[in-house]
């Protein structure tokens, strides 16, 4: 698995997820500047990081979605190549139209970072083989933008082709009583039409110690670190 | 240089300064100043950065330590942490800026502290804040209370930082006057410390950073009509912060460090251009020239007044090797910031600003520090209040009923509305959550770690300024100990009324007092802190809160140890002695509406005897909970503990000889509670008690387990009803509801 971490000027989690990459498959992914036009050759996963990627004053993404990387990134996903985007990595996503829908802030309007467990939509993709259909994980979220909102279309069709891989719920796995921030559907990450790119809110890369706050999020990476190309 | 605008008494007055301070200009330049030079005076010569009211009383703080690398007097604090780390840290306050308009007050509040730290080379780590709020019920506490947290979140979240604790109060004396007090804390190697003293002739001073604009021109002293000639200059007074620009610029300046090229650096904080010029040259024995045509600024047409005052966010100023500036500039643009070489150094120990050709100040450089005004101001001690004997305070409800009042009292009340809007979780490195005694972060990949904590009792302060100054330093201390950290050194923010009364002016002669005496005892000195002074409204001023940030050194971080109960069936031991302190405590303030009485005294010797002990149980592994008691004594520690391991207690002994509730709710100092797992241990820790050579003490309490927390002769109380009560006031209060 070889990783690139792009790092936008207001990144400011790509230290956390380099961690976790580290980790995970034993060496460091190679971290792309914002400014660059290429992607290493040879990338496998590309990973757009949590921060607020020029100071998103703006919509959240909406400058980095216009970066020339993105361009770059773009044709990787086109090729089938994996894409993980993060909190904001989900926003850029959804700006660059790798992903369908918008996120919105948060219905209590308020910064939320706390621990947060997910229900594991499914485990046939290449960032969920380590995990099982309908385990509940916990990881944390840290967002003040993480409402998915779209059309009702978008979300049946979403729904339908089984592309929601991370729904907020409770410890007991009540999704409706664990949605933090307003989410239809309780939809905490999706996928792309080909399962290739995933967006989502939480932060795995934040779970991969027993030390601080546990291992769960360890799974995501450990999935990716295994994956040997579609099958 | 001509005088544009004569200088008036009104001018003079409207600058801060008195006519003596005026006289004492005078005499030292040997002329009247321009405009410009009287600006530049009021900046250096305010008490923010003069400390002409405290210097005196501030030289009796201890400072030095073996592991203290640079004391008070630079950007931040620096203490040595082991394997080649120091630890960079300082607390500063943001009160009035907050006050007027509480989200961009408290953002730029964390960008100034964050900067103190970043200037100095170190990666910042962790945030803290400690914040005062008036009175519940004052019809602008919520707003203030919602756009603070809001701001500190807003601009630590986005910058990249965690914000992994703090304290929150409420009391009337703050109805007019928050505090914001606001603490960062960063890591570099020992060896690479950054620091504000210029060296060479002739090298290029170099403005970094985010451009200059009107905003932050002087507060108040300028709206004036004098020289007030559009409504232009009419700005708010507070500034306004961009986390963005802040990560930029700590990036940029870690790749410049990296470089090489940094001779001296100097944030652009409080009074802007001008101090951070005159501290680079006046500690380098240089003088410094700047040419102001070369400032980047964001409006047209600026005077050289408005920017030697201008307080814009996110600058910095440094001294470069001139081989390397055009390297340093190419990291500057990569990050896309503003990158200027606005003067030099030079021999001739003045500090010359040119504008337009002409020079509209010349002043020497040493004196605009060295020979600002230093008051001795009068001051009165506190009288001492009576020593309460519980046996005269009678409990008018059930002990049980006052456990849930206070556990759901403003000030003891679960702040987690509060934390969870900070990313307290970014960096992948905090180990030990808001909530705890102390934070803990690790360093780096370990297994080195930092706890971390923000403490006063302003009551305590109130009550007797000597003891309480003693107890702000002694609780950071416990709070340190209790996770398992060895205290190193603490930052002070000195919170005050008005100096010019003698009565405020005694608080803070009492509280450094006492602060300066508990850090001596606790080997725990003073690198770093910042004094706000005046923080009162309409001759009354706040209760008198001297905010310490403690820092202590972990050298395993994967053994900290946490409050919560572990399991059931361990037994509880309270350490330290009880006599069943109710004066100025949480409980005579909430249950009988009383805020009187002397506070609880601190015994610092035996304060260090039992924290030393208490770290030895740690380290041997002969404890599994520890926390120590504070605002609302014994019962409000047990719950806390109960609540947090979601395991209930049944206590069936308190300390002897006293009136149930003064055992469970006195404030008694020095005193921790323990789980223990097996009879051994609890044998081993009685040995070491008893050989302790002091007059410590322990009893034993009574043994975890179950679903909720039984005291003496009371009905249980389930830990939901516990949870609830702690976990509600909050939220409702903010939502309108409470």
Not at chain 2, 199 to 213: A, D, F
């Amino acid at each position: 698995m070889k990783s690139a971490v792009i790092t936008f000027p207001g990144s400011n989690r790509e230290g956390d997820v380099i961690r976790a990459l580290r980790q995970a498959t034993g060496h460091d992914p190679v971290s792309i500047w914002h400014q660059d036009a290429d992607l290493p050759k040879g990338t496998d996963l590309v990973v757009l990081p949590g921060g607020f990627s020029y100071g998103d004053y703006l919509r959240c993404g909406a400058i980095a979605a216009r970066a020339p990387v993105m361009d770059a990134v773009r044709a990787h996903a086109a090729r089938g190549g994996l894409v993980l985007g993060i909190c904001n990595g989900f926003q850029i996503l959804v700006e660059s139209g790798l992903l369908p829908g918008v996120l919105m802030r948060n219905a209590g309007l308020k910064f939320i970072c706390k621990m947060q467990h997910l229900k594991v939509g499914r485990s046939d993709t290449a960032f969920t083989s380590h995990y099982s259909t309908g385990d509940i994980i916990k990881v944390a979220i840290a967002h003040g933008e993480g409402n998915y909102v779209a059309d009702a279309e978008t979300i049946a069709r979403l729904e339908g082709e089984n592309r929601v891989a991370f729904r907020y719920c409770d410890a007991q796995g009540d999704t409706k009583a664990g949605n933090p921030n307003g989410s239809l559907n309780d939809i905490a990450g999706i996928y792309s039409e080909k399962l290739n790119v995933l967006g989502m809110m939480p932060h795995p890369e934040n779970l991969i110690e027993t030390l601080v706050g546990g291992t769960d999020g360890r799974g995501l990476f450990e999935s990716l670190s295994a994956y040997r190309g579609a099958a | 240089m001509k005088n544009a605008i004569a200088i008036t008494p009104e001018l003079v007055a409207q600058h801060g300064l008195k006519p003596d301070e005026y006289q004492r200009i005078l005499k030292l330049i040997g002329r009247e100043p321009t405009l410009t030079e009287l600006g530049i005076f009021s900046a250096m010569w305010n008490e923010h950065c003069s400390y002409k009211s405290s210097r005196l009383h501030l030289k009796g703080l201890p400072t030095k330590a073996p592991w203290v690398i640079q004391g008070p007097g630079e950007n931040a604090g620096v203490i040595d942490i082991g394997d080649g780390l120091a630890c960079v840290f300082k607390m500063e306050s943001h009160n009035h800026p907050s006050f007027i308009e509480p989200y961009q007050g408290a953002t730029t509040g964390v960008g100034g502290i964050l900067r103190d730290v970043f200037t100095m080379g170190a990666r910042p780590v962790a945030c803290l804040n400690a914040l005062r709020f008036g009175s519940p019920d004052h019809p602008k506490t919520r707003r203030l209370v919602s756009g603070v947290v809001a701001g500190i979140g807003g601009y630590g979240n986005s910058f990249g930082v965690p914000t992994v604790g703090g304290q929150m109060g409420f009391h009337s004396r703050y109805n007019g006057n928050i505090l914001v007090n606001a603490m960062a804390v960063g890591i570099a190697k020992a060896d690479e410390i950054f620091y504000a003293k210029a060296t060479g002739i002739g090298n290029p001073i170099v403005y970094l950073g985010s451009k200059t604009g009107r905003d932050g021109i002087h507060g108040a002293t300028m709206a004036s009509a004098a020289f007030d000639d559009s409504a232009e200059e009419k700005r708010p007074t507070v500034q306004v912060g961009d986390p963005f620009a802040e990560k930029l610029l700590l990036e940029a300046c870690l790749e410049l460090m990296q470089s090489g090229s940094v001779i001296a650096i100097q944030d652009m904080g409080a009074a802007g251009l001008t101090s951070s010029a005159v501290e680079m040259g006046a500690k380098g024995d240089l003088g410094i020239e700047l040419d102001l045509d070369k400032v980047p600024c964001r409006e047209e047409g600026m005077t050289a007044y408005e920017m030697m005052l201008s307080e814009s966010q996110e600058r910095m100023l440094m001294v470069l090797h001139p081989a390397k500036a055009e390297q340093a500039e190419a990291i500057f643009r990569k990050w896309g910031l503003d990158f200027a070489i606005i003067g030099k150094t030079t021999d001739t120990l003045r500090f010359v600003v040119k504008h337009h050709g002409e020079t509209m100040a010349d002043l020497p450089i040493k004196e605009l520090g060295d020979e600002a005004p230093l008051y001795d101001r009068p001051y009165v001690e506190t009288p001492k209040r009576p020593v309460f004997d519980p046996e005269n305070i009678p409990s008018p409800v059930s002990n049980r009923a006052a456990l849930l009042r206070l556990i759901g009292s403003p000030d003891l009340a679960s702040k987690r509305w509060v934390w969870e809007q900070y990313d307290h979780l970014i960096l992948g490195n905090t180990v030990q959550q808001p909530g705890g005694d102390s934070a803990v972060i690790r360093i780096g990949d370990g297994p080195r770690g930092l706890a971390l904590t923000a403490d006063v009792t302003p009551r305590y302060c109130e009550a007797d300024p000597f003891e309480g100054g003693k107890q702000a330093v002694a609780e950071a201390y416990r709070n340190i100990i209790s996770v398992g950290g060895t205290p190193r050194a603490i930052t002070d923010n000195l919170n005050f009324g008005n100096p010019e009364r003698p009565e405020y002016m005694g608080q803070l002669v009492y509280c450094i007092r006492g602060i300066g005496e508990a850090c001596r005892v606790l080997d725990f000195p003073v690198v770093s802190g910042n004094v706000s002074l005046y923080n009162e409204t309409n001759g009354r001023g706040i209760l008198p809160t001297p905010t310490i940030g403690g820092v202590g050194v972990l050298d395993d971080v994967t053994r900290s140890m946490t409050l919560a109960f572990k399991a059931a069936h361990q037994t509880i031991i309270l350490l330290g002695n009880t006599k069943g302190w109710l004066g100025a405590s949480t409980w005579l303030v909430e249950i009988t509406g009383r805020e009187d009485g002397a506070p609880p005294p601190v015994d610092l010797a035996l304060e260090k005897q039992t924290g030393e002990l208490v770290l030895g149980l740690i380290r041997d592994g002969l404890v599994t909970a520890v926390h120590d008691l504070s605002d609302g004594g014994l019962a409000i520690g047990l719950a806390e503990m109960a609540m947090a391991g979601k395991i209930g207690a049944r206590i069936d002994h308190l300390p002897p000889g006293l009136p149930t509730h003064a055992a469970l709710f006195g404030e008694d100092q020095g005193r921790y509670l323990l789980t223990v797992a097996t009879n051994d241990q609890i044998a081993e820790i009685s040995r070491r008690v008893g050989t302790s050579g002091s007059d410590l003490i322990m009893h034993i309490l009574g043994v975890t387990g179950g679903d909720s927390l039984t005291l003496p002769d009371e009905q249980p109380i389930s830990i939901a009803a516990l949870e609830t009560a702690h976990e509600h006031w909050l939220p409702s209060y903010m939502a309108g509801d409470a």
